[in-house]
């Protein structure tokens, strides 16, 4: 199924409901630096997000160097962002243990 890519509003009211992600200049993509305190956290929450991730159909961008986690979502086949990266955002904030009452 293809998604389609969000109009700027659509994105604004998006973005209100995650916390600590940050839209790119060119509108094209969200990204968020997860922080843990080991290595092996970082990772867990990897393997959290990527089991979700694979749910999905739709796999992250990330780089990984010990505790840090750096995560950048959009829709390549859209051309931008659509709803999946949000949902996505959403997931990945659950599985770092960060409140999702959003």
């Known amino acids: 199924m293809k998604m389609e890519k969000l109009e700027r509003r659509a994105i604004d009211e998006q973005l209100a409901g995650v916390s600590g992600w940050a839209l790119a200049d060119d509108g094209q993509s969200i990204s968020k630096t997860f922080k843990f305190a080991s290595f092996v956290e970082a990772f867990g ?48 904030d659950k599985a770092a243990g960060l409140n999702t009452n959003n």
């Not at 997000?49 to 160097?65: C, G, R, S």
């Open 45 to 92: 929450f990897m393997t959290k997000a990527a089991l979700t991730a694979e749910k999905l159909n739709h796999h992250p961008e990330w780089f990984n160097v010990y505790s840090k986690v750096e995560v950048k979502l959009n829709t390549h086949d859209a051309g931008g962002l659509t709803e999946l990266d949000f949902k996505l955002a959403k997931a990945m």
